[in-house]
């Protein structure tokens, strides 16, 4: 179902307009001090560091943001919490982490269910599925919605005489051919593709993307990492292995520095007009359009994630041609899995807060969450809020009084929806010490493959017995119960 299909005439009419409502009055904060931390910046920091003074001023509470490397972040949050600390009393973090908080986070309900202001509605089920509830309770406010997508540059493809990549085949020769080629008239070589690699950072979810394609075709329900009846990890078959070598080979036509660089220095790259292509969230669409920085201001596509002809089949751990049978969503012959990479970033409090503190700070994630402020913060590039709300996909007029040319924003907004809308969307890893998964085994596995240290059957056997030790510790039966659950399988 197309998520039009979900506003309500009502809805649709008050796209704008909401204002501080009915989380928070005037002045009732005074004194009051919140702790809330979350990564640095800019992204995600940013428009709470922009936004909080004018909350004070609303309400009297004074926001203090506290920002630490992403690679630090989950960390902070847990010792501070479990240990007892208690400095930190709220907090914006990837909403995959959620179930590693249960118990410390303070349960949402019958706040939302009085605050008119928030809109509940508005908010896509699919992000207040993910984002906000644990355990059929909602112990977060979402802020930001997350997946992976594809962008390249329009004029570049005019000018190869190609089209957008359909599949990784076609994004490997479109970044080939590209590489080497001026692509902003500074008279200088620039590069095919441009793709986050830098280890401890935020780089890990993006060998995903390829692997999502090879290895998930029979819906959401089936899963990317591991295998519903035993717990294997789908990490160390002829797919994964394919993953691995396109994910390597896209580096042929990056910066030489790609293993060095984390999101913030390729979207720079990729709006100063040095790459062809791009994977990231929703952000490089709204920072195309900053007059003040781009060079590529109406030569941006975006598109669903490229896919591939040929699927794991998990029986014989071989690739094979995608058929009616095993790629029954593909589109031309092509398998896309479009990957919720993060799903998006929830807003918690912690549940040993002060009283007064926690009414603050669900109050401050509200007027960030209201349209009134997430309609606009939403077409700002820097603030790495991505759409998340039904109001934001009504029409393009929000995103042109944001700087979008009609165009632009149509473009935009139809690759979201195509992710949203697939009956194939791959879902992030939320089962308990998913962190240690992707961020500690994942991520330097990876990072140790792509700087030659160690091939495709040593990157896979690493992977596989670093998963299985963090599931053998945790419990096969357990993890496994808990992974059907978050992809809704039998």
Request: glycine share 8%; with cysteine; charged share 25%.
């Amino acid at each position: 179902m197309s998520i039009k299909k979900y506003l309500t005439g009502a809805l649709a009419a008050t796209v704008l307009g909401w204002g501080l409502g009915s989380a928070a009055r005037a002045g009732e904060f005074d004194g009051v001090t919140v702790n809330v931390i979350t990564f640095t910046g800019p992204q995600i920091a940013e428009p709470l560091q922009r936004r909080a003074p004018d909350f004070e001023k609303l309400t009297g509470a004074h926001i203090n943001v506290v920002t630490v490397p992403f690679s630090e972040l989950y960390q902070k949050m847990l010792t501070d919490w479990t240990a007892g600390t208690n400095s930190i009393d709220a907090a914006v973090y990837p909403s995959s982490w959620l179930v590693d908080f249960s118990g410390l986070l303070e349960d949402l309900d019958e706040r939302i269910s009085k605050d008119t202001a928030l809109q509940l509605d508005d908010i896509a089920p699919f992000f207040d599925q993910s984002d906000q509830m644990l355990d059929g309770k909602r112990v977060a406010l979402v802020l930001d919605g997350d997946f992976h997508m594809m962008y390249y540059r329009t004029d570049v493809a005019k000018d190869l005489g190609l089209e957008a990549p359909k599949t990784w085949d076609d994004y490997l020769a479109f970044a080939k051919a590209a590489n080497g080629k001026d692509l902003n008239g500074d008279g200088k070589p620039d590069y095919g593709s441009c793709i986050s690699k830098k280890r401890g950072a935020q780089s890990f979810w993006f060998i995903n993307d390829v692997a999502a394609s090879l290895l998930q075709s029979k819906g959401t329900s089936q899963g990317i990492f591991f295998d519903l009846k035993d717990f294997k990890p789908l990490v160390n078959n002829e797919a994964f292995a394919e993953a691995l070598r396109i994910f390597k080979e896209t580096t042929q036509y990056g910066p030489p520095d790609e293993l060095n660089m984390d999101v913030g220095d390729t979207r720079n790259m990729f709006i100063s007009g040095q790459c062809a292509l791009s994977l990231d969230w929703g952000d490089i669409g709204a920072l195309a359009i900053d007059a003040e920085k781009s060079k590529v201001i109406d030569k941006v596509g975006a598109a669903i994630l490229p896919g591939s002809k040929k699927v794991l089949d998990r029986e014989t751990g071989k690739l094979v041609d995608c058929n009616a049978d095993i790629c029954p969503y593909a589109v031309d012959g092509v398998n896309h899995t479009p990957f919720a990479a993060y799903g998006g970033h929830s807003a918690s409090v912690n549940a040993k807060a002060d009283q007064k503190v926690k009414d603050a700070a669900y109050a401050f994630f509200s007027y960030m969450s209201q349209p009134a402020q997430s309609n606009v913060d939403v077409t700002i590039g820097k603030s790495g809020f991505n759409p998340y709300r039904l109001s934001q996909f009504v029409s393009t007029d929000l995103w042109v009084k944001g700087g979008f040319s009609a165009e632009a924003a149509k473009n935009y907004l139809t690759a979201i929806e195509d992710s949203l809308n697939s009956p194939n969307m791959g879902l992030d890893l939320r089962i308990p010490s998913n962190q240690k998964y992707f961020q500690v085994v994942l991520d330097t596995a990876i990072a140790r493959y792509l700087a030659g240290e160690i091939d495709i059957p040593a990157t896979m056997t690493t992977i596989e017995n670093g998963w299985n030790e963090i599931t053998d510790e945790l419990g096969r039966e357990e993890q496994l119960s808990a992974y059907k659950a978050t992809l809704g399988a039998e």
